[in-house]
């Protein structure tokens, strides 16, 4: 089992509609959660960071947490082509350890 | 400086060639990660930095790899020997400090080719 699985995708959503994008980590002693955005040939840029179960919005985008499925998700409204790209969940393990995983990442397309 | 700073952006290196990829990070952070990416894949981690120590070099793929960091700054990738495999792009990133809170902000990169 990855330590950090995400659908490859793509993801395919029309303009305008909510994209959800999951991801699955195995470390239940994890604490903190993080989204990036990585546009082809670019380096990831951060988007969200979540801490604590529930929600936690910021503009268009929602990041979702359950620590008890370790499950954490993102949602995107209003979905616009220039947010067409790959999205990577990243988890930091338990204890004190700096090291932070990446998923394999999801490819989101959104068609005008 | 204004953000990680990543050099040579672009090595193109013959088989059996050491390398060497050097990482500035942001003024003040004191941690540094290098990750791994292959075509199409996502980020392998490879070693992080907390001040001059490496508390995790897990991810290291063979002892042909190595990193070091001095002055709590500047860090040093090295890879000797290398094999076609290690063709990707390998990222740099700092944070503040290792651990839960503090988010990792990237460099460019160093795309390295091994003909």
């Known amino acids: 089992q990855k330590e950090v699985e995400q659908n490859s995708g793509p993801l395919s959503v029309p303009e305008g509609a909510i994209a959800s994008l999951n991801c699955t980590y195995s470390d239940r002693g994890s604490q903190s959660f993080f989204w990036y955005r990585q546009y082809s040939g670019k380096s990831p840029e951060l988007i969200m960071f979540?801490?604590?179960?529930g929600d936690k919005e910021d503009g268009r985008f929602t990041a979702q947490l359950n620590k008890a499925s370790q499950y954490v998700s993102l949602l995107i409204r209003d979905s616009q082509p220039s947010d067409s790209a790959t999205y990577l969940c990243?988890?930091?393990?338990?204890?004190?350890?700096?090291?932070?995983?990446f998923g394999q990442g999801t490819t989101l397309q959104v068609k005008p | 400086g204004a953000g990680v700073s990543q050099s040579p952006s672009n090595k193109v290196t013959e088989k059996g060639k050491d390398v060497e990829l050097r990482c500035d990070p942001i003024s003040g952070h004191t941690a540094l990660y290098w990750y791994r990416q292959r075509l199409g894949q996502g980020l392998e981690f490879l070693i992080y930095f907390q001040g001059n120590s490496a508390p995790d070099k897990s991810g290291l793929p063979s002892d042909r790899f190595s990193a070091e960091r001095t002055g709590e700054s500047v860090s040093t990738l090295t890879i000797q020997r290398t094999q076609q495999e290690d063709s990707a792009v390998y990222l740099c990133?700092?944070?503040?400090?290792?651990?839960?809170?503090?988010?990792?902000?990237f460099g460019n990169g160093t795309r390295l080719t091994v003909t």
């Open positions: 990133a700092s944070s503040l400090v290792a651990g839960s809170e503090s988010p990792l902000h």
């Open positions: 979540i801490y604590s179960n």
């Open positions: 990243a988890v930091h393990g338990s204890g004190n350890t700096g090291k932070l995983i």
